[in-house]
T-cell receptor, first 110, second 116 residues
Framework: GQNIDQPTEMTATEGAIVQINCTYQTSGFNGLFWYQQHAGEAPTFLSYNVLDGLEEKGRFSSFLSRSKGYSYLLLKELQMKDSASYLCAVRASNTGKLIFGQGTTLQVKP | GAVVSQHPSWVICKSGTSVKIECRSLDFQATTMFWYRQFPKQSLMLMATSNEGSKATYEQGVEKDKFLINHASLTLSTLTVTSAHPEDSSFYIC????????????FGPGTRLTVL
């Protein structure tokens, strides 16, 4: 079966660092994606990992360990506008379709 | 960057009517598009893969006769919710990947469907 787990909610303080974890068990693996979604809007692409290691992109970094079925999204220097849902998604095959986790709602407080 | 549009952005309809939602790739051709559904405070659930010129591939549990998908051109896929009921009220989102952008899916802005 396919299973992707993320924490449901997280809270952090403006200016701090937060790490959002994602574990997955899928029938295949062809890449892991992180998306940001504000309420009522479509998801926007943040990062993509297919090999083990850390991918850094400005304030956002994403890490992948394929042997552990584990990824995390690291957000640095948090801003109020980072309050959103963060979706972990796995591409389990070469068909392109994505399987999404339930999403983590991050609330950034002053 | 690649742009995907959806129309309408929101629609309210009566129970029993049919609603058509359009998904367009504005600056690229997409042989494959994906349709998702998202209920409040839940994540995206893939409904079907729309293939240009052929039948859509539906995920398990999605009724193909209720959610009709037509991908008649390389820039347009439509999702028709037939005989809509209140439980079909949801946020419907499509996505597509431009050629050469295999590692990134671009999402449309979504369509909010409310069935009374």
């Amino acid at each position: 079966g396919q299973n992707i787990d993320q924490p449901t909610e997280m809270t952090a303080t403006e200016g701090a660092i937060v790490q959002i974890n994602c574990t997955y068990q899928t029938s295949g693996f062809n890449g892991l994606f992180w998306y940001q979604q504000h309420a009522g809007e479509a998801p926007t692409f943040l990062s993509y990992n297919v090999l083990d290691g850390l991918e850094e992109k400005g304030r956002f970094s994403s890490f992948l360990s394929r042997s552990k079925g584990y990824s995390y999204l690291l957000l640095k220097e948090l801003q109020m506008k980072d309050s959103a849902s963060y979706l972990c998604a796995v591409r389990a095959s070469n068909t392109g379709k994505l399987i999404f986790g339930q999403g983590t709602t991050l609330q950034v407080k002053p | 960057g690649a742009v995907v549009s959806q129309h309408p952005s929101w629609v309210i309809c009566k129970s029993g009517t049919s609603v058509k939602i359009e998904c367009r790739s504005l600056d690229f051709q997409a042989t494959t598009m994906f349709w998702y559904r998202q209920f409040p405070k839940q994540s995206l659930m893939l409904m079907a893969t729309s293939n240009e010129g052929s039948k859509a591939t539906y995920e398990q549990g999605v009724e193909k006769d209720k959610f009709l998908i037509n991908h008649a051109s390389l820039t347009l896929s439509t999702l028709t919710v037939t005989s809509a009921h209140p439980e079909d009220s949801s946020f419907y989102i499509c996505s597509a990947s431009p050629p050469g952008f295999y590692n990134e899916q671009f999402f449309g802005p979504g369509t909010r469907l409310t069935v009374l």
